[in-house]
């Protein structure tokens, strides 16, 4: 088997595995990355956080309205350029995320109790490494690199 399609089995195994928990507790895969990478950073321009995601924009756009409709996260103004708007993460949302954070972490627990911490550590980089380096196939739907904030201590069913 190919490399790619090792690393293509790997995540959709991994996104299945977490979806499947998500899913009881009324929640989906997006507003789980949602969650997290505003956790990360609360007050991400919608940009930015579909870069984070690995998501085009206009899908993120329908995750956010989503998720604005049911109070999880709130635009608002750029403190230092009123022009663009920031996606925040509500009282609602950061509660949202401590009931189900546990269920991302276990995950990762499981991938790195099987590699082990060294092993886990290399692929994380590798990966990483991998991820800096791609070039988008598309220009024209191309967003900016993807933020290298993976450590072995975030999930890592992106």
Do not use: W
Not at 71 to 78: L, M, N, S, T
Not at 100 to 112: A, E, F, P
Not at 118 to 132: M, N, V
């Amino acid at each position: 088997m190919h490399l790619p399609d090792l690393i293509r089995g790997v995540n959709s195994r991994l996104k299945q595995e977490l979806e499947a928990q998500l899913k009881p507790r009324g929640f989906s895969l997006h507003q789980y990355r949602v969650f997290e990478a505003l956790d990360a950073q609360n007050g991400l321009p919608m940009g930015e956080l579909a870069t984070r995601l690995l998501t085009d924009g206009p899908t993120v756009t329908k995750i956010i309205d989503k998720m604005v409709a049911a109070a999880e996260v709130y635009r608002g103004p750029d403190p230092y350029d009123r022009r663009k708007v920031l996606i925040f993460l509500s009282r609602k949302g950061a509660g949202c995320l401590r009931e189900i954070r546990s269920l991302g972490i276990s995950i990762q627990q499981d991938i790195v109790d099987r590699l082990g911490p060294a092993d886990a550590a290399t692929l994380t980089k590798l990966l990483l490494e991998l991820l800096a380096d791609a070039a988008p196939s598309d220009p024209a739907t191309a967003t900016s690199r993807p933020a290298q904030t993976g450590s072995i201590n975030s999930p890592i069913a992106r």
